[in-house]
Structure formats: C-alpha cells, structure tokens
C-alpha cells in the first residue's frame, strides 16, 4: 500500500511528492519541537515515581496538564462559540482517538462544556478559533502531526509521562 501511494504521488508529478514529504518533514521537525523531552531527567525524579503505574501516570498528566491550560486560558472566551462559562481543555483532535497530540500545548485550549462535551468539541467553529489564535500554518503543521501518527503510530512511554508531570505542575 505505501508503494502504491507514493506512485500515485509521483504519477500526479514528481513536484508533488515532494512536497508532501516536505510537509512530512516539517511535521516532524515540528513534533520534536512540541514533544520535546527533558533528556537530563534527575534520578531523584524519576525514583519519586518508580512505584506508579502508566495508568496512575497517564491520570496524573492528564489532571496537570488541563489544569495548566485552565490557568494559561484564564480570562479567555471558549474557543468554539466564545461563551465566557469556560471549564473544560478541549483538544482539537480528541485525546481518545489522538493520544499523541493529548499533551500537545496548541491542540488543547479552554472551551465551555456545552461544546466540549454536548457538541462534541464543535470543531468547525474550533478550528476557526484555533486559527485566529495560532494562525494557518500552525493548524497545518497539527494536521500533519495527525497524519505522521497515523502512519507510525505513537505510544506515550513512562518517562515522557513523568517529564509532563514536573513540566506542568510548576
């Protein structure tokens, strides 16, 4: 299937397929960028959590890492419908179906609870909002994260869990 891909890519032009890999590329380069890990993790770090589990962790992350968009969206209307009842980080590619992007500080911003949770996030107008925030390419570059995990597949790792832990809950 891959080959046969990249000969439809090459059969619309050669020119073509090499920007989508470009574009690939770039989506990479961009989730090192918002994925990067703390590589000098302390011991003493690390053995304050050698006793939880990854779901414990996963949990952990999840309740930090909202709580710090709570906090850097203060003030701010939902992003979908610009209600001021906002309580809720909602990502713009779910958590549950994009576990790669569920920590990812662009994909995840305030929303009320009407959209996030009776509207299904109300994407449209989500992505209306997002790019007003964060611009056009910034949205693309989400987009082709979403495509390069799609492709590879993506697992969250212990370490990555703890180095969202501490990077969220200072």
């Keep these: 299937i891959r080959h046969g891909f990249r000969l439809v890519w090459m059969w619309k032009g050669h020119n073509s397929f090499q920007r989508f890999r470009g574009k ?5 380069i961009a989730n090192q960028d918002l994925h990067s890990t703390n590589n000098c ?19 952990k992350a999840g309740e930090v890492f909202r709580a710090w968009i709570r906090k850097r969206d203060e003030g701010k209307p939902c992003i979908s419908c610009g209600s001021w009842n906002t309580s809720d980080a909602g990502h713009y590619y779910s958590a549950g179906n994009y576990p790669a992007l569920e920590f990812n500080e662009q ?9 996030n949770r009776f509207l299904s996030g109300n994407l449209l107008e989500y992505r209306k909002g997002l790019i007003k925030k964060i611009g056009v390419e910034e949205v693309e570059k989400l987009d082709m994260l979403v495509a390069q995990y799609k492709q590879l597949g993506y ?16």
């Design 24 to 28: 690939i590329q770039k989506a990479h």
């Design 41 to 59: 993790m302390n011991a003493s770090t690390i053995s304050k959590y050698k006793t939880k589990s990854i779901p414990y962790l996963r949990k």
């Design 107 to 115: 994909n995840t911003n305030l929303q009320c609870r009407k959209c």
């Design 155 to 170: 697992k969250q790792d212990r370490f990555f869990l703890i180095d969202i832990i501490e990077k969220y809950s200072h």
